[in-house]
Structures are given as C-alpha cells and as structure tokens.
Nanobody
C-alpha cells in the first residue's frame, strides 16, 4: 500500500510564503512522477506543479515564477515552495504520485488527504 503524508499548510498573509512537504511510503517504483494539485471551493481540481523522476518540471501558468517544486529521490519526498502567495491561491492542496506498477504495468495515481492553504484577503 502506498501512502502520502502531507504537511506544511497553514494560514498566511498575502505576499507570505509556505513550504509544503509530502513523503511517500510503500511500493514506490523508479520512473514515478510526483506533484501537487489544488482544489478551491466550487472549482475543479487543477494541476499546480509536477516533477518527474529525472527532475523535469511542469507548472501551472498562474504559479510560474512564484512556486518551486523539488524532490528528494532517496527520501521519496516532494516539496512545494510557495512565495508571494495571493488570495487566489487559497485551496486544499493534494500531493500526487503517478507511477507504473508491475507485473501488468498498470498506471496508478495515489493521492494524499490534502493540506489546507489559506491566504487572508
């Protein structure tokens, strides 16, 4: 069983910073991609940032230049440094792990429970 443990959410003023952490445990395979998604009330879940096993990154346009995703392969962890936070960033942030598992090479998604980020208006 794969589990994702998230932390780092909180309440901040506009312009403030937070650092989200996610540590994976269980059956983790090489080639996996990890990332962060978020969902605000009344809106669909959207991609924030992802990072591949090789270190390639992908960001939503709304967070480019403000957020930075990184990972620690040995620790099976992914981080999201969030700077210059805006009210519009308020959402429940979910850690995600996407990988192919043996023996049938099934592609699976595992989600964390979510950590709340609230930027005061």
């Amino acid at each position: 069983q794969v589990q994702l443990a998230e932390s780092g959410g909180g309440l901040v003023q506009p312009g403030g910073s937070l650092r989200l952490s996610c540590v994976a445990s269980g059956s983790i395979f090489s080639g996996n991609r990890m990332g962060w998604y978020r969902q605000a009330p009344g809106k669909q879940r959207e991609l924030v940032a992802t990072i591949s096993f090789e270190g390639n990154t992908d960001y939503a346009d709304s967070v480019k230049g403000r957020f930075t995703i990184s990972r620690d392969i040995v620790q099976l962890a992914v981080y999201l440094q969030m700077n210059n936070l805006r009210t519009e960033d308020t959402a429940l942030y979910y850690c995600n792990l996407n990988q192919v598992t043996p023996p049938l090479r099934e592609r699976t998604d595992v989600w964390g429970q979510g950590t709340q980020v609230t930027v005061l208006s």
